[in-house]
């Protein structure tokens, strides 16, 4: 799937320019000449990347960058006739990605634009990954496999026992008290006596702690529930 590109730029020629070597280069772009207009579709579209002029009519390159900011996170280039570092200062302030002075180089904004988007997506394949699995003192959870080793070997655990597992280790010394923990797991409507967490958690216990009457993951606060202490 091609990365999409929105630029954001009054000088019709820069940007007839730009969007040609970008489509050259496999990107699909659409242009903006207004900023107000610009921040609109910056903000209710979804693009992979924005290249924003810091002079617009209607509203500047630093206003657009502020409030693309305040609601995404994607990565934004500004180019500008400006050289002063101040203006480069206060455009990285406001959150771009990067701060490139005209006139440049086409090929240098393409390279600049693909190195911030591969870097762009290993983070975020980073967060995907890191949001996917747990790891805490030799627990490992893996939420999509929905599969969980306990010094590198595997327990097997039921549907509930793994939701409670969890959302208890995804929450780190937080104390969730029981009745949060069967709305959690079991639903408001659910069906059921509430003891049954207890129970669950007895047996979450017997499989993942070395010594389950003296439990160093799942902790029981005494009058309030329990916790996965780290």
Same mark, same amino acid.
């Given at each position: 799937m091609k990365n999409s590109i929105l630029i954001i730029e009054d000088e019709r020629s820069i940007a007839e320019l730009e969007r040609d070597y970008f489509e050259?280069?496999?990107?699909?772009?659409?242009?903006?000449?207004n900023g107000t207009k610009?921040?609109?579709?910056?903000?209710?579209?979804?693009?992979?990347?924005?290249?924003?002029?810091?002079?617009?009519?209607?509203?500047?390159g630093f206003e657009i960058c502020?409030? %693309?900011?305040?609601? $995404?996170?994607?990565?934004? +280039?500004?180019?500008? *006739?400006?050289?002063?570092?101040?203006?480069?200062?206060?455009?990285?302030?406001?959150?771009?990605?990067?701060?490139?002075?005209?006139?440049?180089?086409?090929?240098?904004l393409v390279a600049r634009v693909k190195a911030h988007l591969s870097r762009y997506e290993r983070l975020m394949?980073?967060?995907?990954?890191q949001n996917e699995e747990i790891k805490i003192r030799g627990i490992s959870i893996d939420?999509?496999?929905?599969?969980?080793?306990?010094?590198?070997?595997?327990? %097997?655990?039921?549907? $509930?026992?793994?939701?409670? +597992?969890?959302?208890? *280790?995804?929450n780190p010394n937080r104390v969730f008290s029981k009745e949060e923990l069967f709305e959690r797991i079991w639903g408001i409507d659910s069906i059921g006596d509430i003891s049954t967490v207890s129970v669950h958690?007895?047996?979450?216990?017997?499989?993942?702690?070395?010594?389950?009457?003296?439990?160093q993951y799942i902790e029981t606060i005494w009058g309030a529930g329990y916790r996965f202490s780290v």
């Open positions: 050259i280069n496999g990107f699909m772009v659409e242009i903006e000449q610009g921040m609109k579709r910056a903000l209710a579209e979804e693009y992979d990347l924005i290249i924003l002029d810091l002079m617009l009519p209607g509203i500047d502020k409030q %693309i900011r305040n609601k $995404k996170d994607i990565p934004v +280039l500004m180019v500008s *006739a400006k050289k002063e570092e101040f203006d480069k200062i206060k455009g990285l302030g406001f959150g771009a990605d990067d701060y490139i002075t005209k006139p440049f180089s086409p090929s240098e394949g980073k967060r995907e990954q939420k999509s496999a929905r599969r969980v080793y306990v010094n590198n070997k595997e327990v %097997i655990l039921t549907t $509930k026992e793994f939701e409670l +597992l969890t959302l208890l *280790a995804s958690i007895r047996k979450t216990r017997e499989k993942i702690e070395l010594d389950p009457s003296n439990p």
